[in-house]
């Protein structure tokens, strides 16, 4: 502490000038110099201690405060920290004490925050500094305690809300799974379908719902149209449209489907059973090439399954046929296959009184059998016996030609129909199958390629315009009737190659070994083919066919078939060649995959992609086929194993279904464009890949994902194989949401350090 000096005593000088004068003046008292000194000295050292006082409050408080702003600064951190956390991991317990309790993130915090203020008080240089800080210390750790008490709450309720939706989606598509037996009160679809609207009424409760509330009420609607497109969509999928249009008015009927929707979903109902059924009668027709009049029953089912009144969404009197099998709206199987409904006609006609069990065969005319049973689908076996025995009077009885009997059989048949049928447009429909029926009889139904074995493809497409009056549907049969024909001639093409090929190298495995060639495989071949075998090799290399081969490498698998084009040494130098190309039976394969591809191309309305002589469509054909090539090789490496035919189809309807958005110019949506949605990706031009994106929901919230910037390297390859694994299909979305759900990655040991999701 300072000094302070004291004051002397002062001291007074004799003044040697002059004799002192006396007075008589007052006498004053000698003054106590040294107890003034002493009280001077008492408050010179109290206000001492007084600055000292205030020079260490002072100390104090910067010290304080700057273990405070230490406090501050560390707890601002963690608040920012756990309050930078939403959905899920704001609640996640993340550890265990020693009680074996949890442990929130929320704890961690408060925890940190704690531990934070007993370390820093430790620094305090005094027990004022401590008590200081601690009262500051306390306040800022309540409000920063506050803080992340609301968010807590906040993002615990958008995670219970998130859990709830994300089980509502699990829910509608497991019901979806088990979508043939939505009408089973114990189904899965049912079980999961209460379970959802339960988990609804949940969300609602959660969210200060009221009970009789419009926001319930919407949330309670929109569960119920979940579940309906996830159904509908898995109905769609398998092309079940005749399920799907009896579910369809099902829920319409119930009242639990927007009708927004349900008008969407009615057009793709409508566009999908009209390009199944037009391909499926296309199948039928070309399938049929049997003869009617036989009395064989197959073939006569058959053949009925080309008309369209066989196969209609309304007969007009509110229900659908499939496959000659009337269904109406009450009738709970919804389902019935090819074989089921044949079988149900071929059992209802036992029934006829022309039926000999004995025999196994019905006792009028065999070659009429077309007309009955197609009468048995329409009005019943008893009118059609009625009709029948009717038609043989009317035509002058045991005497009658058949084809007298067969005229009164359309006239009469008519006129029942006319009773049954109100509907005009059904019944011109079957009219006109009737009498297309009767024009068949006693009459050469195709006339056959003698080459080919095939009918003629004129005569099959004018059986089609004969009986569908509906333009799609006719279009999607005459697309059907063209590919069988095509993949039919490639076949017996492909045939006669390996006939040939057989007899080519018995012919040039010796000299004249041609005569060494079967009568059998001889006499199949065609006559040039014969005469070239029999010349053997060529004394010199045709120079055209060389030319050919070296423009066109895939040319070099028909080199068998044109040895004889070829010095023996030049074909045994291509030979080698031609072993490190693809054989011929990948070939075939690959002729039919084509073939499929065109087939789906034509089901999707992108046919003209293969017709089309625009660069622009060539390229989109190009790159369908490229990326679906790929996926059908991906697959089969992760599988080790060939694909079959129908998961080749699957591989291909995945890469025409994988939609995508495009991120367009922010002016655009100004101005009312904004971005384009739900674009096939295939159809997205080149210089637009890098804006493709999907939105992806995850925690209550859509998370955007521009799919080219997902490392294509190393973990856009590694996610492909993930999903393939786990039977999903790699599209866009999927991809998309396995990044999002392992961390959107940016390097693959990121991404898969850990165990795979199961």
Known sequence: MARVPLQQTPQVGIDTGSAPQFTGGQIQPVQDVVTDDIQRFGQAQMNVAKVAFQIQDQINDTNTTK???????????????YLSLTGGDAVATIDKDENDNPITAFDQSTIKINELLENIASKADNAEIKFMFENKAASSSRAAIESMTKHSIVQSKKYQNAEIQANITKLSREASGDWKNYKDPESKWAINTAAAIAQANNFADLNGLLANSSQRANLINDTYNTIHKDTLDSMITAESFVVAQTYLNDVIQSGTINPLIAKQYQKIINTGYTQTTGTEIGDSIFDNTGDITSGDRTTVLNFLNTLESNNVANDGTGGFVKNGVHFNENNELIDYTKEDSFQSIETESFESKFYNADTNSFTFAQENLPLYMMLVTKIGVKKADSIFTKAKTNAGGKDANNE???????????????????NENYLNLVNSDIDFIASKINNPQYTINSETGLPLQSELIAHAKA??????????????????????????TENYNELKRQATEIAYATPNGWKNISPQIWEQLKEEDKRALEKGYSKTDNQEYLYELAVNPSLIEELDQNRHLLTEKTYFKLKKEQEGLNTETKIIEA???????????????????????????????VAIHEA?????????????????????????????????????????GFIGGGDTKDKNIFFVDQDRLQDVYVDVPYNGENVRIFISKID??????????ALRKAGKPVTSKNIADYFVRKGQPATLDEAFAYKEEE
């Open 404 to 422: 007298d009997i067969v005229n009164n059989i359309v006239i009469l048949s008519k006129e029942a129909l006319l009773k049954k049928y109100t």
């Open 712 to 721: 294509p390297d190393e973990v856009l390859p590694k996610i492909k194989e």
């Open 67 to 81: 273990l405070h702003n230490e406090f501050l600064d560390e707890v601002n951190k963690i608040e920012l920290d």
């Open 628 to 668: 679906w090539k790929n996926e059908i090789n991906a697959q089969q490496i992760t599988l080790k194993r060939k694909l079959t035919r129908a998961e080749k189809q699957t591989a291909l309807n995945t890469v025409l279904i994988d939609n995508v958005n495009i991120d367009n110019d922010p002016f655009l």
């Open 591 to 621: 002729t039919g995959d084509v073939t499929m591809l065109k087939n789906t191309l034509n089901k999707f309305d992108m046919g003209d992609l293969y017709t089309s002589k625009n660069k622009t469509k060539k390229a989109k054909y």
């Open 467 to 492: 009986t569908i009056q509906n333009k799609d549907k006719l279009k999607y049969a005459i697309n059907q009737i063209k590919a069988r024909y095509t993949e039919a001639e490639t076949g017996i």
